[in-house]
């Protein structure tokens, strides 16, 4: 409720603010524009309307925020605040930097002579437009920056030794978001800024063009502008990093990620339009240097940022990696990089193959309608396809199966993993699917053959099919004899791991208990050495306190004989309580009525223990969550990706 | 290692289906010669080689007399203009004939625009009438016609 209360009050304090600032924006506007003629009032009553309705609103819920503050101070720590307060220093910020953009950027293309619709931001604006909503969100920064600072301060114990009013943690997570949408917003300026120097450089190939300086006044500007934003935001970030908290956070191990993913998916994206127009010309095509420059010049042009962008990242990357000391982990996103990797190249790959393949067999069937033109275009843009996507998949799909290969608890890790699973589960169900369908066309079309009914291109149709068994079987019987593979070796290595790890039972005279306990132990992981103690009989002996792991029923667990008690506290190994039903004792959250449910997840819990896994209880992902993730994250960088090539195709 | 060298042989046979390819486009060059007239497939697939070779004058000649035909240099502006042939071709179908009417079915043949379109097929008709024993085109798939001709289709 509290939270629910939280977002209402920041959310409406946040809306009504911005709607406060830009009406004022906008009167003042509208008041010092002394060149216009006309259609004033309806400005100053549209700027005045805003005030009107918005300051109230803002007045009243920035009071209620501000008020809870001084009744809990412990408010100041929470995480709906300061996001409010971030989101908002964000929301201030980068309308200050876009209109200081704006002025640069027609100050350079008036000075180089343009005409003023050459500017590619703050066309339309004046100085004056661009100075008051400079001024205006910069002074309300301030502001916010002075509530956040109180606000840290709250938060820091200070000298005297008394406790902070609250925990720094949100506001620490928050920051460290802000600052990194900052680099990413330099970054975008940045990248931009090189690409239009690089189209100015290369339009100097072309033919005569009167506006072949807008790309130098733009990338001047968004250059220039962008390169010190950034050198601010990522030193800022970068001496963050001697809090070695801020150095391991996730957050930044996926940001980088995620920089490396559109530098290297927009470089190779570009890379197949260069490889598909260089290809047309040697298939054929005839056209100039000069022509063939200018309908490149965009993908060229975004070549050398866009790899700079992957190869600066790919080091900070890599000294991250050398750093994060947690093995696990540290593979665990490098996997789940070099995996998407590979899974799109294979795609790629896969697609550019079935199209090289359409492109054969209609050859092979006469090759009607594929004229001069057509046939080199299919053709380019296959190999093409073909020449981004297999270096993108073989690469990184044998450094993973390199490192699955390997014997030890890396490769181990690597051959379970989930999404080394995942791929080549997905990699199978498509190749199932498309031996099917394949198949079951291809017989379709040889039985109407036979049974006389001959349709018209029905050679072409049978080639076609039997292309798309052949590629679809090769997809499926190479990813089902690694996934065979992989699991031949884990089984294994973890036959010799249950061998290494005994597990007693103490048996409370009640067979009702360790007969089912004993018996889904063995059904889970049979190479567990399972060993009964009967807890009457006095402690157990020496050679069973070796035991990775001893279980025993709740009831004893809670009112152990004395001698036991004494021999669970010095037991080295785990301790597995299985919370039966038992007179005067209630489990909260558990259901004891059922013993083999229970004892099936006591099998488990071993079998995850004798394996090195954190056994139940511990909080971890769900598989579907990263599932959904990954797909979402691979949806977003496709679109990401067209998006920046279409971009640059404009 | 048994996945490796299958790996291997994958890329083998990648490498086979490149060099396949490339050695068909280099040296086939089917269904590119004129063939005799006297069908509706012939018409439309002597129209469609024509416009291929730029020989606008020839295929001007298969179209059909009627109000709206345009002229003989509105139809070279609109081929120079759309220039169909440098990204499109079409296989022709079987003919379905009607007393003086014929509808063909055609396919157009689009190619890649880039390295990650791999261009498309799409199935479509062409319709003829006999003019004077001859077969003469009334109506083809864009890009090989402009649907601005021929208000009404002559009769």
Redesign the interface.
């Known amino acids: 409720m509290r939270t629910i209360r939280r977002l209402y009050i920041y959310l409406v304090t946040a809306i009504s603010l911005e709607v406060v600032l830009w009406g004022v924006i906008n009167l003042l506007r509208a008041m010092l524009d002394t060149g216009r003629v006309g259609g004033g009032a309806s400005q100053l009553a549209g700027a005045l309307a805003t005030i009107i309705v918005g300051l109230p609103v803002f007045l009243l819920h920035w009071w209620l925020a501000q008020r809870r503050i001084d009744r809990q101070p412990d408010e100041r720590g929470s995480g709906v605040r300061a996001i409010f307060l971030y989101g908002l220093l964000l929301g201030l910020l980068l309308p200050v930097f876009q209109n200081a953009l704006a002025v640069l950027n027609r100050f350079l293309v008036d000075l180089i002579g343009l005409q003023a619709e050459q500017v590619m931001v703050g066309f339309g604006q004046t100085l004056i437009d661009n100075g008051i909503a400079v001024l205006m969100n910069a002074g309300l920064a301030v502001y916010i920056l002075t509530v956040l600072r109180a606000d840290w301060r709250a938060g820091i114990p200070d000298p005297d030794g008394d406790r902070p009013v609250h925990s720094l943690e949100n506001l620490v997570t928050v920051r460290r978001v802000f600052r990194y949408a900052l680099v990413a917003y330099a970054l975008g300026l940045l990248v931009v800024g090189v690409q239009q120097l690089g189209r100015f450089v290369l339009e100097g190939f072309g033919p005569p063009n009167i506006n072949a300086l807008a790309p130098l006044a733009n990338g001047l500007s968004l250059g220039v502008f962008g390169a010190v934003l950034w050198w601010s935001a990522w030193r800022t970030v970068q001496e963050s990093l001697e809090n070695e908290e801020e150095g391991l956070s996730l957050f930044r191990q996926v940001f980088l990620y995620l920089l490396l993913l559109v530098g290297l998916g927009t470089v190779l994206?570009v890379s197949?339009?260069i490889?598909?127009a260089t290809l047309q010309v040697l298939?054929g095509r005839r056209v100039s240097l000069s022509d063939w420059m200018v309908e490149n010049t965009s993908s060229l042009a975004a070549l050398l940022p866009f790899a700079g962008l992957w190869f600066y990242f790919a080091r900070v990357v890599r000294t991250d990696r050398e750093e994060i000391p947690e093995a696990p982990r540290r593979e665990s996103l490098w996997r789940l990089y070099r995996s998407i990797l590979a899974f799109v190249g294979l795609i790629?790959?896969f697609?550019?193959?079935?199209?090289?393949?359409?492109?054969?067999v209609a050859?092979?069937t006469?090759?009607?309608?594929?004229?001069?033109?057509?046939?080199?275009?299919?053709?380019?843009?296959?190999?093409?396809?073909?020449a981004?996507g297999?270096p993108l998949w073989?690469r990184p799909w044998l450094e993973l199966?390199t490192q699955a290969l390997a014997g030890g608890e890396a490769g181990e890790r690597a051959r379970r993993s989930l999404v080394r699973k995942a791929y080549l589960y997905l990699a199978v169900f498509v190749g199932v699917v498309g031996v099917m369908v394949s198949a079951g066309g291809l017989i379709f079309q040889l039985l109407s053959q036979v049974l006389g009914e001959q349709p018209?291109?029905s050679g072409e149709a049978i080639a076609g099919m039997g292309k798309n068994l052949v590629l679809f079987g090769?997809l499926l019987?190479?990813h089902w004899?690694?996934l065979r593979?992989d699991g031949r070796q884990s089984a294994q290595a973890l036959a010799e791991k249950h061998s290494l790890f005994p597990v007693l039972v103490l048996d409370p005279g009640n067979e009702a208990f360790t007969g089912p306990v004993v018996a889904a132990i063995r059904e889970e992981a049979e190479e567990i050495p399972v060993a009964v103690h009967f807890a009457g009989g006095g402690i157990p002996g020496a050679d069973l306190t070796s035991a990775g792991a001893v279980v025993l029923p709740a009831a004893m667990a809670a009112n152990p004989p004395e001698a036991l008690r004494i021999w669970l506290k010095e037991f080295p190994g785990t301790r597995i309580v299985v919370p039966m039903r038992s007179p005067g004792w209630v489990w909260v959250d558990t259901d004891p009525s059922s013993l083999p449910k229970l004892a099936k997840q006591v099998a488990e819990t071993v079998r995850k223990l004798a394996e090195g896994e954190a056994p139940e209880g511990e909080a971890r992902l769900s598989p579907w969550v990263i599932a959904v993730g990954v797909i979402a994250g691979l949806i977003g960088l496709s679109i990401l990706i067209s998006a920046i090539v279409n971009l640059l195709r404009m | 290692m048994k996945n490796d060298r299958f790996l291997f042989g994958i890329l083998i046979f990648i490498g086979v289906l490149v060099v396949t390819a490339l050695v068909l486009f280099a040296t086939g060059r089917s269904g590119q010669d004129y063939v005799a007239d006297g069908s509706p497939e012939a018409a439309v697939h002597n129209y469609i080689l024509a416009l291929t070779r730029e020989d606008y004058e020839r295929a001007y000649g298969y179209l059909a007399a009627g109000e709206g035909k345009p002229s003989s240099v509105e139809f070279r502006t609109f081929f120079i203009r759309v220039d169909p042939h440098q990204n499109a071709g079409l296989r022709v179908g079987e003919a379905e004939m009607i007393e003086d009417e014929a509808v063909v079915d055609v396919t157009v043949v689009q190619g890649s625009s880039g390295p990650f379109d791999p261009g498309f097929d799409h199935p479509d008709t062409a319709v003829l009438q006999l003019e004077a024993g001859e077969w003469k085109i009334v109506m083809m798939p864009y890009p090989f016609w402009d649907f601005g001709w021929y208000a009404e289709l002559p009769r």
Do not use: C, H, K, M
């Not at chain 1, 006469?366 to 073909?386: F, I, K, M």
């Open positions: 994206a197949g339009e490889i598909y298939l790629v790959s697609t550019a193959l079935q199209s090289l393949g359409d492109f054969i050859y092979l006469g090759g009607q309608g594929l004229t001069g033109p057509v046939a080199r275009n299919r053709l380019a843009g296959s190999l093409a396809a073909l981004v297999l073989i199966n018209p291109d090769l019987v190479y004899g690694v593979a």
